[in-house]
């Protein structure tokens, strides 16, 4: 079968945004016109094709920029965040940014089935892959099932390891939720990112064995890094 022009001027941009390194910045339109002797409205609509299959993102007045290839890393999982980076073969690090104790207000009340005047603990962590940011994380723990928690215990480590070494609570199951939204200042500025790039905000629920609700997270991850896969059964 004959591939049209329009094909095959994708299978050339595909080529050519595979050679580039991620978020790199494209040709502009009339750069990539001459390249490729098509018209900018010919170029314009293969890049429109591109941005469809998620190869690239444009922003307006900025350009278009190559997405991460490696969309492996699933957010139905991302609790295991270490695991996966080290499975894409990238090193993953943790920064914690703070680590505090507070009674718990009416939303966290609410939402980590804890009644007024009880104790929280509030863990912010900044997770990095090859030193670059790539999740920040708001994590809540109920004071009473981790009493003695601190800063040390959470240096490179899994933070559910010390759940299940140190205080004898292992993971029966986390719900997680997710939504896609723009990162706000304060989460851009830890992250070193720009204010107002696009990123995916998740919401998770663990429960130990007990069917206890034991953390309570608030992430926000970059949305050119994850992907998002669920498998589905389907019955007749």
């Known amino acids: 079968m004959k591939i049209s022009l329009q094909e095959q001027l994708i299978n050339q941009l595909t ?102 005047g009880e104790i929280i603990i509030k863990v912010e962590r900044l997770r990095l892959a090859d030193g670059e940011p790539m999740m920040f994380e708001r994590t809540y723990l109920p004071l009473k099932y981790f009493p003695t928690l601190s800063v040390g215990m959470l240096q490179n480590r899994s933070m559910y390891d010390v759940f299940k070494d140190e205080f004898q609570e292992d993971i029966d199951y986390a719900d997680e939720y997710f939504s896609s939204g723009v990162i706000s200042e304060c989460d851009s500025k830890v992250m070193g990112l720009p204010d107002g790039t696009p990123c995916l905000l998740l919401k998770r629920k663990t429960y130990d064995l007990q069917n206890h609700l034991i953390e309570f997270t608030l992430s926000t991850a970059r949305s050119d890094e994850f992907g998002y896969h669920v498998r589905h059964g389907i019955d007749e």
């Open 15 to 116: 080529s050519y945004v595979q050679g580039l390194e991620p978020n790199a910045k494209l040709l502009s339109e009339r750069q990539l016109a001459d390249k490729y002797e098509v018209s900018r409205n010919t170029i314009r609509g293969a890049l429109f094709d591109l941005e469809t299959i998620g190869l690239v993102r444009r922003i307006h007045g900025k350009g278009t920029f190559v997405n991460r290839t490696n969309l492996d890393s699933d957010l139905s999982s991302c609790y295991k965040f270490g695991q996966q980076m080290r499975r894409l073969g990238r090193v993953p690090t943790t920064r914690i940014i703070s680590f505090e104790k507070k009674e718990v207000n009416a939303y966290f009340a609410e939402n980590m089935n804890l009644t007024d």
